[in-house]
């Protein structure tokens, strides 16, 4: 048995891939991933043999490197973002029989990569919402949804918009709007990439257009603001700490 590292290759940059998800790619002898992932890392790959496939290939890509790594090669199975996040983490391991040699190394997530240029929108609660129905049923996004609101959560979306499914973002904001308002959203499209492009949005002034699958979308809460055309979500810290120093100086609050 050889090693299968499954290697989040985070957002875009190497400069933002972990000295252990490097490293992994750079010991192994085999690299396998989405043919788009693949390009992003060529500066590591350095004359390695590499498997790629296109979009909806999957279960093929897991099962090539789960078959290599049996016969004692060094695979670097790679995945965009996160491996265990919308991803292949969960595949490799409903695919495999032995553990032992397998490897999860974490990236960095899309929706973290975004908070970090849109300033610090992610400081609460968050969930994360996948439109994609290829795999969960849509009328259990629309429950996701439900309790999205109920639960005032800054919520990073995936996987917005394709050709087939023009109407999901839509329906997904316009259901924020009505239970909580004309949230801020921010949007980045190529996250982290060469042809990376940042807007902030109202709802209701929202362009659906300008949204592809390259596109990350966080949406705040009823806490959100924006200052300096940064999205903030506060924390509360300052509140506690003007109460705490009122409180100190024998003022009443």
């Known amino acids: ?58 279960m ?28 292949l983490a969960s595949l490799v391991f409903e695919m495999s029989d032995d553990f032992e040699n397998i490897e999860v190394i974490p990236g960095i997530t899309a929706a973290m990569a975004a908070s970090a240029k849109l300033g610090a929108p992610i400081c609460e609660d968050i969930v994360f919402l996948s439109l994609s129905d290829l795999l969960t049923p849509w009328k259990v996004i629309e ?3 439900d309790a999205i609101n109920f639960g005032d959560f ?13 109407d999901y973002l839509k329906f997904v904001l316009e259901k924020f709007y009505q239970e909580r308002g004309d949230l801020i959203c921010g949007v980045i499209r190529n996250c982290e990439r060469e042809d990376e492009e940042v807007k902030i949005w109202r709802i209701s002034e929202f ?8 596109t990350i979308i ?15 979500t506060s ?16 003022f009443k609050v």
């Open 60 to 87: 093929e890509r897991v099962k090539f490197a789960i078959n290599r790594a049996k016969r004692g090669d060094t695979v670097s199975l790679v995945c965009g973002g996160d491996a265990s996040l919308y991803s």
């Open 143 to 145: 429950r996701r949804v």
């Open 154 to 166: 800054v919520t990073a979306i995936y996987n917005p918009r394709s050709k087939k499914r023009k």
């Open 207 to 214: 362009e659906y257009d300008f949204v592809d699958m390259s």
């Open 1 to 58: 048995m050889g090693k299968l590292f499954v290697v989040g290759i985070g957002p875009g940059g190497i400069d933002l891939i972990s000295e252990r998800g490097v490293l992994a790619i750079k010991k192994s002898n085999l690299i396998c991933g989405y043919k788009r992932y693949v390009e992003l890392i060529t500066d590591l790959i350095n004359g390695k043999e590499i498997f790629t496939n296109i979009m909806k290939g999957e």
């Open 218 to 232: 966080i949406v705040g809460n009823t806490k959100t603001y924006l200052k300096n055309d940064k999205m903030i």
């Open 235 to 250: 924390r509360g810290y300052l509140d506690k700490y003007k109460k705490f120093n009122v409180q100190s100086s024998g």
